[in-house]
């Protein structure tokens, strides 16, 4: 089950060098997770979890396999993209195939490294990009609503549904406001999601720091991190700079250097765990003594959806789910502990499976 998150920003902004901080970790993990460049602007990336690595111990598993989320390097974007200008149309076609948006936003002054709008204005360059979507966003659904007009006349329901919805995301984009602000009802979320505008997808705002201002970000990240919060978006500070080196210095390297520069962690693990949070994903594991695995769901995901993310034989054929939870795991030391103290329980077809669920499904083959 792949998630796609999408990389924008104006051009000079730390887009490309984040991108290549985060291929280069990953690249890192080869070890123990299979890195794959799709094409060079694509990369899958293992999403942190110590959960993982506490489980596999435990059970003593000879491969951890984490989920992953893929981060893709779309093409910078400069004012008059919506009408074509620079890489604006492969910029478009590309940021409707991601799942999210993660907006590289300049916080950092730095007079070698010129910004496209002659100015280092954070909140000024994520309202160029807004712009520049909802302008196409808008374009596409007056076009849309005038394809829709014959079906609706011969009363396709579908047709009406649609006509319904692209006039919510009209009135939304022509008082300024992106998709993604319109509150759509359960039973019109799949259509919804089928529109497939540029705004609706959700955004993180990723704040790229000087070095010195790694850990506790500087000005400009704090009226980012006050958009942010204004919007319902959520943001993480960064230095690309920073991640750039860390990508390329050996573990225990790493670790003299975080803590030289004041962080306890990498900020592409913030980075990766926002993203994950932002789509609205969780996991849950199988283990054994083969693997210990980290599976990617959707939260509210019942057990035969997130058994056929395995194998879809899993799905159509499921029985039951064994399940405990990871707390009951660890503190069980294992599936016996858990099994003897009466913390596995046996879950049928209506189980919503909760974040760090440990499975094991039977199913009819």
């Given amino acids: ?25 990953a690249a890192a993990q080869a070890a123990n997770f299979p890195f794959c460049t799709i094409e060079p602007n694509v990369g899958e990336v293992a999403v942190p979890d110590a959960r993982l690595d506490k489980l596999a111990a435990i059970a003593g598993s000879k491969a951890i396999i984490p989920t992953r989320i893929t981060f893709v390097d779309i093409a910078g974007l400069v004012r008059g993209a919506s009408k074509g200008e620079g890489l604006g149309n492969q910029f478009l076609a590309n940021i409707r195939e991601v799942d999210a948006i993660a907006h590289v936003l300049r916080c950092f002054e730095d007079g070698d490294i010129t910004h496209v709008e002659g100015r280092i204005d954070p909140i000024a360059d994520a309202e160029t990009i807004e712009t ?75 704040c790229n720091v000087e070095e010195a201002s790694a850990a506790t970000g500087n000005s400009q990240a704090a009226r980012v991190a006050e ?20 990508a390329q210095l050996a573990p225990d390297e790493s670790e003299m250097f975080l803590s030289e520069m004041g962080l306890e962690e990498p900020g592409l693990d913030r980075l990766i765990r926002a993203g994950y949070e932002l789509l609205g994903l969780q996991t849950y594991f199988t283990v054994g003594p083969k693997e210990a695995r980290a599976w990617t769901i959707t939260e509210g995901t019942l057990a035969p959806q997130a058994a056929g993310v395995i194998h879809g034989d899993f799905e159509r054929g499921f029985i039951r789910s064994e399940t405990i939870a990871f707390d009951d795991y660890i503190a069980c030391n294992g599936e016996s502990g858990a099994r003897e103290a009466g913390k596995l329980r046996v879950e049928g077809k209506s189980y919503l499976v909760k974040d760090g669920d440990v499975l094991h499904f039977l199913f009819n083959a």
């Avoid at 958009?227 to 860390?246: D, K, N, T």
């Fill in 1 to 25: 089950m792949g998630f796609k998150m999408g990389i924008v920003g104006l051009p000079n902004v730390g887009k490309s060098t984040l991108f290549n901080a985060l291929t280069r970790t």
């Fill in 132 to 206: 520049e979507l909802m302008i196409a966003d808008l374009e596409s659904v007056e076009r849309r609503l005038a394809n829709l007009l014959r079906k609706i006349k011969g009363g396709d329901k579908e047709a009406v549904q649609q006509d319904r919805l692209l006039r919510l995301a009209q009135a939304a984009l022509e008082e300024g406001r992106p998709a993604r602000t319109i509150d759509v009802d359960a039973e019109d979320r799949r259509a919804w999601d089928l529109l497939q505008l540029l705004t609706a997808k959700p955004v993180l705002f990723v």
């Fill in 227 to 246: 958009m942010a919060a204004a919007q319902g978006a959520a943001h993480v500070v960064i230095s690309a700079r920073i991640e750039e080196e860390l």
